[in-house]
Every structure is written in C-alpha cells, then in structure tokens.
C-alpha cells in the first residue's frame, strides 16, 4: 500500500509555513518508494471556499503574522539513505484531483502600484478558476477565457541546515540549492528536481500547488488550486550543486533566484554549462555558443512578482536535450 500524507497534516499548523530540520518528519520512505500527499493552495483554501473574501484583509487567521502564512507544504519527508552532501532526486509522477482555482491581487504588492490609470490591478480582488477535464477556465465581465491546464507544485525544498525559513518569501536559503517558494512551472509531472541535502534524510518539504501559471507570475498568484501529488525520491551521493536543477524529457534546465533578474539569468546559465561540461563533457565554449544559435535553447522567467519583500525573480536556463 502507498503511504500517504492526508491534506489535514499540510496546512494550519505553524510547522506547515516554515523549512526547519526540526520539525518532527511526517513521513519515512527509502529510496525508490512512491508516496502520495494531498496539499493546499498557497491561501489555505479560504480563497476558493468564499470568493468574496480579498487578501491580505480578510485572512487574519493567516497574514496576522509576519511573514504570512501563505505555500503551507507538507513535510519533511525523512528519505533513508540521504545524507548531508548528498542531491535528492524528486520525481514527479503524478498530479491529480486538482480543485477548482483562484486568482487574486494585494494593495502595492505588484507591478503596477502606485500608477496613475493603473488602480484596477492594485485593487484588491478575487476571482475563481474552473479547472474541469485538463482545462482552466475563467469568467471576467463578458469575456471567458480558456487555456490547458498545466499543475505543478510551485514550493519545493529541503531543510536548511540550521535555519528556520518562512515558506512565502524563501526562495533558498543559506545554500541556493535547497530550493524554496520556486514557482517553476517546469516542476511538473515527468520532471526530476535535484535539490541540496543539508540533512540526513534530506527532509524533503513541498506545496502550494497551481493548475497553471503564466511566465512571470505577475500578479503575485497563478490559479491556485489543491490537489493530490505523487511522488518518488532517489539520491546521488556525495554531489554538491550550485543550483536548483530541472530535468525532463526534452531539456535540462538550471534554476536560480536572485534580483536583479539580470543577475539570476546569468548565474542559472552559468550553473548550466558547469552541469553540460562535468556530466556531459562539453567544453564551456562550445554550450556558450550554442546557446546563442540554437532556437530552442530558452531563458525563462518563472517568477517575477513584485513587493513581496525578500522574494527575488526565478528564472530558468533550458538546454534542449537532442543536442546532447
């Protein structure tokens, strides 16, 4: 039987909005053994459950403390075998029961704040996302608005190894492989996440799930859903990574946090051709230039959300495997 970790152990309690190598695991697996989760959108449902409900106001059972208690996750999972200094390997197998979603924007926490004509995107607002038969839907006035549904979890890390990290704003903490509050799309069903173990065990922690996402996040929120992920671990040991790492079918993607996005861009390809030179044996000239001619080969930018406070943009270095 698969174990399991029920939606009521990943969200309400304190312990669900940090990454702390002190709180007790929730689940034991080895290594290679699939386990299910239920998990919570990143507003605890109060969004969805009342759409007439606007955050942060009317949400003080969650943002009464500082940093909100927003992306409750479920963890840590304790992986046998892992070991500080080792990658945790997560698979995503699955991603179902995905609930309908919402949307919503916070007073001066975007792009726009401040703006004269622009006061409509600061307002505060709540909308409702009809997630049916892997497509979204979303009603605004007359207009309905249809695309495919695309879930993933958009918060995945491991316990840093002394600190205490808030869920919301963390992007990674004392080691910028742990991962953190990613909202990376690439972090979906088919994909392999490769994380920094800090800890024996890995302590694995993840959440905040989103049936899709446009690049950037601009507004703060995706469509923000619950649902049921499945998942699997396996390690590489004793492998120091400087970067969150991505892999699916097609591309290898290096991931990194950081402002200004300039920055992280620079830093998530620079990850890139260390991993294509030591894994693959291409030289750091060769993959600099043909990342510029090859059309395939993308930068993108999977977070870019404003106001946030220490939250920083997340982009993405894709390297398309067929050139390998």
């Not at 998990?39 to 009464?64: F, H, I, K, S």
């Not at 909308?127 to 608005?145: C, K, L, P, Q």
């Not at 693959?280 to 395939?296: A, I, N």
Request: negative net charge; charged residues 20%.
């Amino acid at each position: 039987m698969t174990k399991h970790v029920s939606l009521s152990e990943n969200f309400g309690s304190p312990e669900n909005y940090v990454f702390d190598a002190r709180t007790p695991p929730v689940l034991t697996v080895a290594v290679g053994e699939e386990f299910t989760a239920e998990v919570q959108d990143a507003y605890n449902g109060m969004l969805r459950e009342d759409p007439t409900r606007l955050q942060p106001a009317d949400l003080p059972d969650y943002t009464g403390v500082q940093p909100f208690r927003y992306n409750p996750v479920c963890g840590p999972i304790y992986i046998e075998g892992v070991e500080k200094g080792d990658a945790l390997a997560v698979t995503v197998l699955e991603i179902s029961n995905v609930s309908d979603g919402s949307v919503s924007t916070a007073p001066r926490a975007h792009h726009f704040a401040g703006l004269r004509g622009w006061e409509d995107t600061d307002e505060p607002f709540t909308g409702i996302v009809s997630n049916v038969a892997d497509m979204a839907e979303w009603h605004y006035r007359e207009r309905t608005f249809r695309w495919p549904m695309r879930p993933f979890l958009g918060t995945i890390a491991t316990a840093p190894e002394y600190e205490s990290l808030s869920t919301f704003p963390t992007n990674f903490g004392s080691v910028m492989a742990a991962g953190g509050n990613l909202d990376c799309c690439a972090i979906c069903p088919g994909a392999t996440v490769y994380l920094q173990a800090t800890n024996r065990g890995g302590l694995l922690f993840f959440g905040d799930l989103h049936a899709s996402q446009g690049d950037g996040e601009l507004c703060g929120a995706a469509n923000e859903v619950s649902g049921r992920v499945r998942l699997v671990c396996n390690v590489i040991k004793r492998k120091w990574l400087r970067n969150v790492r991505v892999e699916n079918s097609e591309f290898l993607i290096s991931v990194y946090s950081y402002r200004p996005v300039e920055e992280a861009f620079r830093q998530a390809v620079r990850d890139l051709i260390l991993w294509l030179e030591k894994d693959y044996g291409l030289t750091k000239r060769e993959t600099y230039l043909v990342m510029s001619m090859c059309p395939d080969f993308r930068l993108r930018t999977y977070q870019m959300s404003a106001g946030l406070g220490r939250l920083m943009a997340t982009v993405g270095a894709e390297f398309p495997k067929y050139l390998l």
